[in-house]
Nanobody, 123 residues
Framework: QVQLVESGGGLAQAGDSLTLSCAASGRTPSSYAMGWFRQAPGKEREFVCVIGWSDVYVSYADSVKGRFTISRDNAKNTAYLQMNSLKPEDTAVYYC????????????????WGQGTQVTVSS
């Protein structure tokens, strides 16, 4: 089993930056994609971004493109989400996910999930 633990959430003002981390542990696969999703109150979980094992492949939701950057350090089994120019509509619980074979936008196709970290952006 793989455990994912997110950290770095908190309170921010519009225009601020935050960096989230997601550390993987346990029986991690030899290669796996890592993605970030978010869920705002009353809304469905939505795709934010994903990065492949080799860093070559990255994909972002249009809503965060140009503001958020995903990266990873495979030696540390950790993925990062640098969030710049935060907006109140970025307020959500942010979840890290990992998949051995999938690196797309459908949450249901990810194998492992973290518990989530709250990000709140005030105007």
């Amino acid at each position: 089993q793989v455990q994912l633990v997110e950290s770095g959430g908190g309170l921010a003002q519009a225009g601020d930056s935050l960096t989230l981390s997601c550390a993987a542990s346990g029986r991690t696969p030899s290669s796996y994609a890592m993605g970030w999703f978010r869920q705002a109150p009353g809304k469905e979980r939505e795709f934010v971004c994903v990065i492949g094992w080799s860093d070559v492949y990255v994909s972002y939701a249009d809503s965060v493109k140009g503001r958020f950057t995903i990266s990873r350090d495979n030696a540390k089994n950790t993925a990062y989400l640098q969030m710049n120019s935060l907006k109140p509509e970025d307020t959500a619980v942010y979840y890290c996910a990992a998949s051995t074979y999938y690196s797309g936008t459908y949450a249901s196709l990810y194998d492992f999930w973290g518990q989530g970290t709250q990000v709140t952006v005030s105007s």
